[in-house]
């Protein structure tokens, strides 16, 4: 019996962000899953669980936080990961009572995403980019 490869959701409202993403784990050995809305992501979520969720933090409808607050609640053992290429200040508070184990900023270093997301689908494991 084979180990099902750990399910990876990506959530950004920019499809070429997506396409990028999704060119640097390709290799990785995940399943890739990709939704463009928040809402989206939601229903994907309900049809089928995953192991870890990055999400744009800016989209219409949803903030990336609302939405993996949705996901904490719906699904409390998927690590939540959080991307933004927004120069802002988010508060450490938020991030820690949602469970974001690390909040990443666009543009991205490949190694350290493939990293942060290695370490997020580790058990236990917490950090902050």
């Not at 939601?42 to 669980?49: F, G, N």
């Not at 949803?62 to 120069?87: D, F, H, M």
């Amino acid at each position: 019996m084979t180990a099902r490869r750990p399910r990876v959701l990506l959530v950004d409202d920019e499809p070429r962000i997506l396409s990028a993403l999704r060119r640097a784990l390709r290799r990785e050995g995940y399943e890739i899953r990709m939704a463009e809305t928040p809402l989206e992501a939601l229903r994907m979520l309900e049809a089928e669980p995953v192991d870890c969720v990055l999400s744009d933090h800016k989209m219409p409808g949803l903030t990336g936080l609302e939405l993996l607050e949705r996901v904490a609640a719906q699904s409390p053992g998927t690590a939540r990961l959080l991307i933004t290429g927004w120069n802002e200040e988010l508060s450490s508070a938020e991030l820690e009572r949602i469970g974001v184990r690390a909040v990443l900023t666009k543009p991205w270093d490949d190694e350290r995403l493939k990293r942060t997301l290695r370490e997020a689908l580790t058990p236990g494991a917490v950090g902050r980019d």
